[in-house]
Protein backbone atom coordinates (compact mmCIF):
# COMPACT_ATOMS: atom_id res chain seq x y z
CA UNK A 1 0.00 0.00 0.00
CA UNK A 2 1.80 3.12 -1.13
CA UNK A 3 -0.84 5.68 -0.58
CA UNK A 4 -0.76 7.25 2.69
CA UNK A 5 -2.88 6.06 5.19
CA UNK A 6 -3.71 9.68 6.26
CA UNK A 7 -5.29 10.63 2.38
CA UNK A 8 -7.53 7.62 2.05
CA UNK A 9 -10.74 8.72 4.18
CA UNK A 10 -11.80 11.60 6.56
CA UNK A 11 -12.14 9.47 9.33
CA UNK A 12 -11.70 5.85 10.39
CA UNK A 13 -14.02 4.28 12.30
CA UNK A 14 -12.25 2.65 15.54
CA UNK A 15 -14.96 -0.56 16.54
CA UNK A 16 -14.88 -2.59 19.60
CA UNK A 17 -16.46 -5.60 19.01
CA UNK A 18 -17.97 -7.68 22.27
CA UNK A 19 -19.19 -10.32 19.96
CA UNK A 20 -17.53 -12.28 17.74
CA UNK A 21 -20.63 -12.25 15.63
CA UNK A 22 -21.11 -8.30 14.74
CA UNK A 23 -17.37 -8.19 13.31
CA UNK A 24 -18.69 -9.02 9.56
CA UNK A 25 -22.18 -7.25 9.57
CA UNK A 26 -20.07 -4.00 10.77
CA UNK A 27 -17.47 -3.99 8.34
CA UNK A 28 -20.50 -4.52 5.87
CA UNK A 29 -22.43 -1.42 7.29
CA UNK A 30 -19.53 0.80 6.87
CA UNK A 31 -18.78 -0.93 3.35
CA UNK A 32 -22.65 -0.01 2.64
CA UNK A 33 -22.60 3.19 3.67
CA UNK A 34 -19.19 4.56 1.70
CA UNK A 35 -16.60 4.25 4.72
CA UNK A 36 -14.76 1.50 3.47
CA UNK A 37 -12.12 1.15 6.31
CA UNK A 38 -12.31 0.12 9.87
CA UNK A 39 -9.84 0.28 12.61
CA UNK A 40 -10.67 -2.86 15.21
CA UNK A 41 -9.09 -2.59 18.60
CA UNK A 42 -7.65 -5.23 20.15
CA UNK A 43 -9.55 -4.31 23.44
CA UNK A 44 -11.43 -7.58 23.69
CA UNK A 45 -10.75 -11.04 23.79
CA UNK A 46 -12.38 -12.07 20.18
CA UNK A 47 -10.39 -9.10 18.32
CA UNK A 48 -8.31 -10.77 16.28
CA UNK A 49 -10.90 -13.90 15.42
CA UNK A 50 -13.03 -10.52 14.49
CA UNK A 51 -10.04 -9.24 12.12
CA UNK A 52 -9.49 -12.95 10.71
CA UNK A 53 -13.50 -12.63 10.04
CA UNK A 54 -13.41 -9.53 8.22
CA UNK A 55 -10.28 -10.27 6.28
CA UNK A 56 -12.09 -13.71 4.85
CA UNK A 57 -15.08 -11.85 4.41
CA UNK A 58 -15.08 -8.70 3.65
CA UNK A 59 -12.71 -8.09 1.58
CA UNK A 60 -13.61 -3.98 0.11
CA UNK A 61 -12.59 -2.95 3.68
CA UNK A 62 -9.25 -1.51 3.95
CA UNK A 63 -8.81 -3.47 7.72
CA UNK A 64 -6.69 -1.85 10.48
CA UNK A 65 -6.07 -3.08 13.80
CA UNK A 66 -6.03 -0.66 16.71
CA UNK A 67 -5.07 -0.39 20.42
CA UNK A 68 -1.29 -2.52 19.66
CA UNK A 69 0.23 -1.85 22.77
CA UNK A 70 2.75 -4.43 22.95
CA UNK A 71 5.24 -5.52 20.68
CA UNK A 72 3.97 -9.17 20.02
CA UNK A 73 0.48 -7.57 19.35
CA UNK A 74 1.96 -6.42 15.58
CA UNK A 75 2.72 -9.74 15.06
CA UNK A 76 -0.59 -11.52 15.92
CA UNK A 77 -2.52 -9.02 13.51
CA UNK A 78 -0.29 -9.08 11.03
CA UNK A 79 -0.95 -12.73 11.12
CA UNK A 80 -5.25 -12.37 11.60
CA UNK A 81 -5.29 -10.42 8.22
CA UNK A 82 -4.51 -6.43 9.59
CA UNK A 83 -3.02 -4.40 6.56
CA UNK A 84 -2.50 -1.48 9.01
CA UNK A 85 -1.66 -0.86 12.37
CA UNK A 86 -2.63 1.75 15.11
CA UNK A 87 -0.79 2.36 18.38
CA UNK A 88 -2.35 4.44 21.18
CA UNK A 89 1.26 5.87 21.88
CA UNK A 90 5.14 4.50 21.35
CA UNK A 91 7.92 2.63 22.90
CA UNK A 92 11.05 2.04 20.69
CA UNK A 93 10.39 -2.09 20.67
CA UNK A 94 6.47 -1.15 19.63
CA UNK A 95 7.31 0.85 16.97
CA UNK A 96 10.17 -1.77 15.41
CA UNK A 97 7.63 -4.15 15.83
CA UNK A 98 4.93 -2.44 13.98
CA UNK A 99 7.87 -1.83 11.18
CA UNK A 100 9.10 -5.57 11.58
CA UNK A 101 5.26 -6.52 10.06
CA UNK A 102 5.76 -4.38 6.80
CA UNK A 103 2.30 -2.97 7.33
CA UNK A 104 1.69 0.74 6.87
CA UNK A 105 1.25 1.83 10.65
CA UNK A 106 0.13 4.67 13.20
CA UNK A 107 2.49 5.27 15.76
CA UNK A 108 0.40 7.08 19.37
CA UNK A 109 2.00 10.83 20.21
CA UNK A 110 0.64 12.89 22.70
CA UNK A 111 3.39 15.47 23.29
CA UNK A 112 5.71 17.86 21.04
CA UNK A 113 8.95 15.31 22.68
CA UNK A 114 6.88 12.51 21.61
CA UNK A 115 6.45 13.76 17.94
CA UNK A 116 10.09 15.22 17.50
CA UNK A 117 11.11 11.31 18.92
CA UNK A 118 9.02 9.89 16.27
CA UNK A 119 10.34 12.43 13.07
CA UNK A 120 13.59 11.40 14.35
CA UNK A 121 12.62 7.82 13.58
CA UNK A 122 12.12 8.36 10.45
CA UNK A 123 7.50 8.58 10.89
CA UNK A 124 6.07 11.66 9.32
CA UNK A 125 2.43 10.08 10.41
CA UNK A 126 1.35 10.22 13.35
CA UNK A 127 -1.63 9.04 15.60
CA UNK A 128 -2.79 11.90 17.77
CA UNK A 129 -3.87 10.11 21.16
CA UNK A 130 -6.27 10.89 23.46
CA UNK A 131 -6.64 13.94 21.34
CA UNK A 132 -9.19 16.12 23.02
CA UNK A 133 -7.78 15.23 26.31
CA UNK A 134 -3.99 16.19 25.08
CA UNK A 135 -5.26 19.64 23.95
CA UNK A 136 -7.53 18.85 21.20
CA UNK A 137 -7.34 21.07 17.55
CA UNK A 138 -5.57 24.17 19.49
CA UNK A 139 -2.83 21.69 20.79
CA UNK A 140 -2.35 20.50 16.37
CA UNK A 141 -3.07 24.29 15.51
CA UNK A 142 -0.21 25.61 17.70
CA UNK A 143 2.73 22.77 16.85
CA UNK A 144 2.42 22.99 13.26
CA UNK A 145 3.92 26.08 12.88
CA UNK A 146 7.60 24.84 14.67
CA UNK A 147 7.02 21.00 13.56
CA UNK A 148 5.65 21.20 9.87
CA UNK A 149 6.66 18.14 9.21
CA UNK A 150 4.43 15.86 11.09
CA UNK A 151 0.78 15.12 10.29
CA UNK A 152 -2.12 13.34 11.91
CA UNK A 153 -4.56 11.42 12.65
CA UNK A 154 -5.87 12.95 16.21
CA UNK A 155 -8.34 10.39 18.26
CA UNK A 156 -9.50 10.37 21.43
CA UNK A 157 -13.00 12.25 22.03
CA UNK A 158 -13.80 13.12 18.54
CA UNK A 159 -17.43 13.61 17.84
CA UNK A 160 -19.32 14.22 14.92
CA UNK A 161 -19.45 17.68 15.49
CA UNK A 162 -15.96 18.16 16.68
CA UNK A 163 -14.49 16.28 13.37
CA UNK A 164 -14.42 19.31 11.54
CA UNK A 165 -12.80 21.37 13.22
CA UNK A 166 -9.73 19.38 12.91
CA UNK A 167 -10.24 18.08 9.19
CA UNK A 168 -9.45 21.71 8.73
CA UNK A 169 -5.98 22.18 9.70
CA UNK A 170 -3.06 21.78 7.66
CA UNK A 171 -1.54 18.85 9.78
CA UNK A 172 -4.51 16.74 10.02
CA UNK A 173 -5.25 14.09 7.29
CA UNK A 174 -7.95 12.37 8.76
CA UNK A 175 -9.63 11.66 12.29
CA UNK A 176 -10.50 8.50 14.22
CA UNK A 177 -13.20 7.76 16.14
CA UNK A 178 -16.22 5.47 17.84
CA UNK A 179 -19.14 7.68 17.76
CA UNK A 180 -20.01 5.88 14.14
CA UNK A 181 -20.46 2.25 15.99
CA UNK A 182 -21.06 3.33 18.95
CA UNK A 183 -21.85 0.31 22.03
CA UNK A 184 -24.74 0.28 22.50
CA UNK A 185 -26.08 0.22 18.85
CA UNK A 186 -23.77 -2.43 18.04
CA UNK A 187 -25.22 -4.27 21.11
CA UNK A 188 -28.76 -3.87 19.64
CA UNK A 189 -27.32 -4.93 16.21
CA UNK A 190 -28.74 -2.17 14.51
CA UNK A 191 -26.52 -2.08 11.38
CA UNK A 192 -28.56 0.20 9.29
CA UNK A 193 -27.62 2.75 12.09
CA UNK A 194 -23.78 2.02 11.23
CA UNK A 195 -24.89 2.09 7.88
CA UNK A 196 -26.59 5.66 8.23
CA UNK A 197 -23.33 6.95 10.02
CA UNK A 198 -21.09 5.58 7.92
CA UNK A 199 -23.43 7.95 4.82
CA UNK A 200 -23.28 10.85 6.91
CA UNK A 201 -19.55 10.98 7.36
CA UNK A 202 -18.88 10.28 3.59
CA UNK A 203 -21.27 13.12 2.82
CA UNK A 204 -20.40 15.57 5.16
CA UNK A 205 -16.85 15.66 5.54
O1 LIG B 1 -7.85 1.76 21.35
C1 LIG B 1 -7.01 2.45 20.78
O2 LIG B 1 -6.23 2.05 19.95
C2 LIG B 1 -6.90 3.82 21.12
O3 LIG B 1 -5.86 4.36 20.99
C3 LIG B 1 -8.00 4.55 21.59
C4 LIG B 1 -9.05 4.76 20.54
O4 LIG B 1 -8.56 5.20 19.33
C5 LIG B 1 -9.96 5.72 21.10
O5 LIG B 1 -10.40 5.30 22.35
C6 LIG B 1 -11.16 6.02 20.26
O6 LIG B 1 -11.62 7.15 20.82
P1 LIG B 1 -13.13 7.48 21.05
O7 LIG B 1 -13.65 7.91 19.70
O8 LIG B 1 -13.10 8.57 22.05
O9 LIG B 1 -13.78 6.23 21.56
Same mark, same amino acid.
Given at each position: MSES #? $? &????? %???VVIENLDHAVPVAKALVAGGLPV %?? $?? $? *? +????? &? /? %?? *??????? &? %? $???AGTIVTP =?? /??? @?? &?? =? @??? #???? =?? +??TLTAAMRDTGLPHLPGAATVSEVLTLLEAGYTELKFFPAEASGGANFLKSIHSPVPAARFCPTGGITAASASSYLALPNVGCVGGSWITPADVLAREDWDAVEAAAQHVHENT
Open positions: #L $L &DRVPV %IPV %IE $LT $L *R +TPVAL &D /A %IE *RIAAEVP &D %I $LLG =GQ /AKQ @AL &DA =G @AQF #LVSP =GS +TP
